[in-house]
């Protein structure tokens, strides 16, 4: 899951090595019509969306976004754990490398 552009999309390669990319953007928009107005509310509709779609299609989420300085009412509202999760930069960038490294080994095998 990837997070560009003022939406989130699923990006993917099939098992030929052909990329693949679905657009996300409008379940996030539904979502953040629904909830609370903050400085990060945008940000936590897009996380959102994009752990509910992870979860069904079994995949992880890549993400540029981090969370900065979330009130004390989203952290009661998320919890101070998954707030914590997006708000560790070096967590998100090592989870990055390490899933852009799986991808390229991905695309050496199916070449």
């Known amino acids: 899951m990837t997070e560009g552009g003022g939406g989130v999309s699923i990006r993917g390669m099939n098992t030929r090595g052909v990329g693949w990319w679905v657009d996300l953007t409008k379940f996030a928009w539904e979502r953040y019509k629904q909830g609370e107005r903050s400085s990060d509310h945008r940000r936590i509709a897009y996380i959102k969306t994009a752990e509910h779609f992870a979860e069904m299609l079994d995949v992880e989420i890549r993400s540029s976004l981090v ?17 914590h999760k997006w708000s560790d930069q070096t967590r998100i960038n090592e989870q990055y490398r390490r899933l852009l490294d799986e991808e390229n080994k991905q695309r050496q095998k199916v070449q």
């Not at 979330?70 to 009661?76: A, F, K, N, P, Q």
């Open 67 to 83: 969370l900065f300085n979330v009130s004390r009412d989203l952290r009661e509202e998320y919890g101070t754990e998954w707030v």
